[in-house]
């Protein structure tokens, strides 16, 4: 008798840009207690998981070189951890990922993290697992910060070390350019860099996240701009001082803002709306600072499958505005 191998699955899955990042101090265990408004934007990575007797990981698209394609790919971990949560440890050995890119390799917005959310979203579909998306958001915290903002998508306040969400009302859509750097950066490096200029004397601290949440809920963009702000910004630059430059840029060729997105070195610049967004990009295009150019947009949904119904099955947590 033929077994009957499931058809593959292919989630796509979005970026994040941090519209809003305040870092408090080092914990004990290695992290740093945060605030901060993600939202998920347009620009998305699709993840492909399907049964196979050759498992393995293949990688197509942004930084295809530099992404691991063993144990370590987060997206690896990912299969490796529900596998074990649903009592098949060792399942994943039967398992091929693809992963093609869309999002910046380490470039602050949270492309690895985005692949392992989409593989609990896509394994839960092939292997036809009854857990919820809110199961799955406890897994997710557990390989990284950014995972379960990945799975909801949105727009949500994050606590703790990131991985506590609320969603956040926004209305309209808000329109994005994003500057790629040559090269991207190491998260921890960055969080160092900061502890590392906090130490030596005080870099200023961006305020409440209120005004943030507020400016979201009008819809405004203009609003919205005056109040972007990041505390790993300081110490990205540090590293990076050429970003400094692509900032100037962006806001030169017509952008509302720039701030850089989470840990970077990728700049977000928000637009007054779509077509400005399209003339800011050209224009960054010819200005020689950045690698490579992209027009998004946000709000957008977490890992979903493609052409699939996936909806969370739970009751989505209560809006915070
Ligand atoms: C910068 C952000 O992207 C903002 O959303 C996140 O805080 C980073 O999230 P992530 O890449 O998922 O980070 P993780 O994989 O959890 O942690 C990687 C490393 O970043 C540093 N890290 C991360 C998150 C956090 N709240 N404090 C930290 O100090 C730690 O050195 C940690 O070992
Ligand atoms: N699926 C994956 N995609 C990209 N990088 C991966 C993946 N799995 C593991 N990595 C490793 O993780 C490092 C960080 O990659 P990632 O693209 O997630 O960074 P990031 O977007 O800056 O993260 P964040 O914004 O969450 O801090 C890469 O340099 C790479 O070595």
New binding site residues.
């Given amino acids: 008798m033929l077994a009957v191998v499931p058809p593959p699955v292919t989630v796509r899955v979005p970026a994040k840009v941090n519209l809003h990042l305040a870092v408090s101090d080092l914990r004990e265990d290695g992290y740093h207690e945060l605030v901060t408004v993600f939202q998920a934007l347009s620009l998305t990575d699709e993840v492909t998981v399907m049964a196979t007797e050759e498992p393995g990981i293949e990688v197509y698209g942004e930084?295809e070189g530099?992404?691991?394609t063993g144990a370590?790919?987060?997206?690896w971990r990912a299969a490796q951890a529900l596998a074990a949560h649903v009592g098949k440890p060792g399942a994943e050995a039967k398992v091929r990922i693809v992963?093609r890119?869309g999002?910046p390799?380490?470039?602050?917005?949270?492309?690895?993290?985005a692949?392992a959310a989409a593989t609990l979203v896509g394994l839960a579909s092939l292997w036809k697992l009854d857990v919820t998306r809110d199961e799955l958001a406890e897994l997710a915290a557990g390989l990284?910060s950014?995972v379960p903002f990945a799975l909801y998508g949105g727009t949500a306040l994050g606590t703790g070390r990131g991985e506590q969400l609320v969603p956040v009302l926004a209305r309209h859509t808000f329109h994005w350019v994003l500057a790629f750097d040559q090269r991207?950066?190491s998260?921890p490096r960055v969080f160092g860099e900061l502890d590392r200029l906090r130490a030596e004397g005080k870099p200023p601290r961006i305020g409440s996240h209120t005004p943030v949440v507020e400016a979201l809920a009008s819809g405004d963009p203009r609003q919205l701009a005056l109040l972007l702000g990041n505390d790993l910004q300081a110490a990205a630059v540090s590293l990076r001082p050429g970003l400094r430059r692509t900032l100037r840029a962006g806001v030169n060729a017509g952008a509302l803002a720039g701030t850089v997105s989470?840990?970077g070195p990728t700049c977000a610049f928000l637009c007054a709306d779509a077509q400005s967004a399209v003339e800011v990009a050209a224009e960054l295009s010819g200005a020689g600072v950045c690698r490579t150019v992209r027009v998004a947009h946000g709000p957008v949904p977490g890992a979903r499958l493609v052409g699939g119904d996936d909806a969370p099955r739970s009751a989505p947590p209560r809006v915070h505005a």
């Fill in positions: 930084g530099s992404v691991p370590n790919n987060l997206a992963l890119k999002i390799v380490a470039g602050g917005m949270a492309g690895g993290s692949d990284g950014d991207g950066l998260t989470g840990s």
